[in-house]
């Protein structure tokens, strides 16, 4: 149905409201590099309109910290353009603040808790070796 594979993966060893923190940014990031994944506002039986959602399924996936910097190393070798949250963002409170912690490492040292990506299933599968379904 899609050419296109939407995957998550988050790093193995975080707490419940972190998955969930870093879930809803990352996919933030797809939404707003890939708006044509957007579908149209839903609409009750009421008349009651509900904001749009992805038209496309969203896998999550998990993974130990050597797997998801692989992850992270193969989407910039693939130069797949990903979302990216660091461990150190979860101290900061703010966009300006994230950004600043970001810009402090590099893909050698920053400690990744979470990636997004979409391309080509065959990429994506490639790019997530690894990483298993989220529990």
């Not at 988050?10 to 933030?28: E, H, I, P, S």
Request: proline share 4%; glycine share 6%; hydrophobic share 45%.
């Amino acid at each position: 149905m899609f050419d296109t594979k939407i995957a998550v993966v988050l790093r193995n060893n975080l707490a419940g409201w972190q998955k969930l923190n870093v879930t809803a940014f990352l996919m933030t990031g797809i939404a707003g590099g890939h708006p044509e994944i957007i579908g149209e506002p839903y609409k009750d039986r009421a008349g009651n309109l509900y904001n749009p959602l992805s038209i496309q399924p969203i896998i999550v996936l998990s993974a130990d910290e050597a797997t998801i910097s692989a992850i992270h190393r193969r989407a910039l070798d693939r130069e797949v353009t990903a979302s990216l949250f660091i461990e150190e963002m979860f101290a900061t409170g703010h966009d300006t603040a994230n950004r600043a912690v970001f810009a402090e490492f590099t893909p050698d040292d920053a400690k990744v808790v979470g990636i997004a990506v979409r391309a080509e299933k065959k990429i994506v599968d490639k790019i997530t070796k690894g990483a298993t379904m989220q529990q």
